[in-house]
């Protein structure tokens, strides 16, 4: 009788087959990992999306309510016209009107700043009183606005905004800190851009003014 002989596997064989693994689990890694770090990118450009869509909702329902320059002057009118939006590279100041139910309207100072790569909104108290508002205007406008902030998004590189003007787009005023002045001619557009350190990619939404 010949004797049952079972044949195993070979050392070299073995090395070729853990080789394979490693090869097959290295491949496998590289691949979950691409698939991970590409979740993780996408999930931070929707964000980001959603959070530039959020902060231009909130724009548009400021310059929907923007004030009118005929709103803002007095009787007699004073020797220029009061100023109602200024808007330079990464900061937007206007004046908006606020409603409350049975009563007349407000008006308030809101500005848009970016600090620090967060773009920032603050609005403040309404008022009746024009000489009130120049006081609110002349503090947002020079960065003495001690009113608490909201962060609508961080991450921000650079805001632009322009104003549409006898038929073309200009930059949207001067800067913070120097002495502002209404607009030479009556705007009834603002386009905005904003651009975030996770994409390339700049957002841009035109707005009408007064919601016309």
Same mark, same amino acid.
Request: aromatic share 4%.
């Given at each position: 009788?010949?004797?049952?002989? +079972?044949?195993? @596997?070979? /050392?070299?064989?073995?090395?070729?087959?853990?080789?394979? %693994? =490693?090869?097959? =689990?290295?491949?496998?890694? +590289?691949?979950?990992?691409?698939?991970?770090?590409?979740?993780?990118? %996408?999930?931070?450009?929707?964000?980001? $999306?959603?959070?530039? #869509?959020?902060? @231009?909702?909130?724009? #548009?329902?400021?310059?929907?309510?923007?004030? $009118?320059?005929?709103?803002?002057?007095?009787?007699?009118?004073?020797?220029?016209?009061?100023? @109602?939006?200024?808007?330079?590279?990464?900061?937007?100041? /206007?004046?908006? $009107?606020?409603?409350?139910?049975?009563?007349?309207?407000?008006?308030?100072?809101?500005?848009?700043?970016?600090?620090?790569?967060?773009? %920032? +909104?603050?609005?403040?108290?309404?008022? +009746?009183? /024009?000489?009130?508002?120049?006081?609110?205007?002349?503090? =947002? !406008? !020079?960065?003495?606005?001690?009113?608490?902030?909201?962060?609508? #998004?961080?991450?921000?590189?650079? &805001?632009?905004?322009?104003?549409?003007?006898?038929?073309?787009?200009?930059?949207?005023?001067?800067?913070?800190?120097?002495?502002? $002045?209404?607009?030479?001619?009556?705007?009834?557009?603002?386009?905005?851009?904003? #651009?975030?350190?996770?994409?390339?990619?700049? &957002?841009?939404?035109?707005?009408? &003014?007064?919601? /016309?």
């Amino acid at each position: 009788m010949r004797a049952d002989r +079972r044949r195993g @596997f070979t /050392l070299i064989e073995l090395l070729v087959a853990i080789s394979i %693994l =490693a090869i097959v =689990a290295v491949l496998g890694w +590289r691949g979950l990992d691409g698939i991970i770090r590409a979740r993780v990118a %996408l999930t931070s450009q929707m964000e980001a $999306t959603r959070g530039m #869509q959020l902060a @231009f909702a909130q724009m #548009q329902s400021d310059i929907e309510h923007i004030a $009118t320059a005929d709103l803002l002057q007095q009787v007699p009118p004073q020797p220029q016209p009061r100023p @109602f939006l200024l808007a330079p590279a990464n900061h937007m100041t /206007l004046v908006r $009107t606020a409603y409350r139910e049975n009563e007349a309207a407000l008006l308030q100072v809101v500005s848009y700043s970016l600090v620090d790569g967060v773009l %920032l +909104r603050r609005e403040s108290a309404g008022t +009746r009183d /024009l000489i009130q508002l120049d006081k609110l205007w002349k503090a =947002a !406008t !020079t960065d003495t606005d001690n009113t608490a902030p909201v962060a609508l #998004q961080s991450g921000v590189t650079a &805001m632009m905004t322009e104003v549409w003007e006898n038929k073309h787009w200009l930059p949207g005023g001067q800067p913070p800190g120097s002495n502002p $002045t209404a607009l030479s001619l009556d705007p009834t557009g603002i386009r905005v851009s904003l #651009q975030t350190k996770d994409t390339q990619l700049v &957002m841009t939404k035109s707005f009408l &003014m007064g919601g /016309l």
